[in-house]
Nanobody, 129 residues
């Protein structure tokens, strides 16, 4: 089973940028995703990427501001977050899964990630106004 570990969270002001990293061990899985959960709210899908990076998926709330990418040589998936807003504040989690996870997202929307099998411990992102 793939293990993942996130890093790169922090505090920024509205309009700022952050880049999160997710290192997968031993290798990037068939589907890698980023999820977030704010206090008192349900976990929500942010973005996902198919193995090889040929296809990406985004939630409507981050489309055009966030970009997911992967570096297979480093077994790392990145989440570049630009034009951050206070409502982006949350704990961000990296998740790994099979193609079924990305296919489910593609057909039914991001959901809460129940098809993903491995999760990191999370990294906090705080955006102040």
């Amino acid at each position: 089973q793939v293990r993942v570990m996130e890093s790169g969270g922090g505090s920024v002001q509205t309009g700022g940028s952050l880049r999160l990293s997710c290192v997968a061990s031993p290798v990037i899985d068939s589907c890698m995703g980023w999820f977030r959960q704010a206090p008192g709210k349900q976990r929500e899908g942010v973005t996902a990427i198919y193995a090889g990076g040929q296809r990406t998926l985004y939630s409507n709330s981050v489309k055009g501001r966030f970009t997911i990418s992967q570096d297979n040589g480093k077994n790392t998936v990145y989440l570049q977050m630009n034009n951050l807003k206070p409502e982006d504040s949350a704990m961000y989690y990296c998740a790994a899964g099979t193609l079924a996870a990305c296919n489910a997202w593609s057909s039914s929307g991001p959901g809460t990630g129940t098809r993903f099998e491995s999760w990191g411990q999370g990294t906090q992102v705080t955006v102040s106004s």
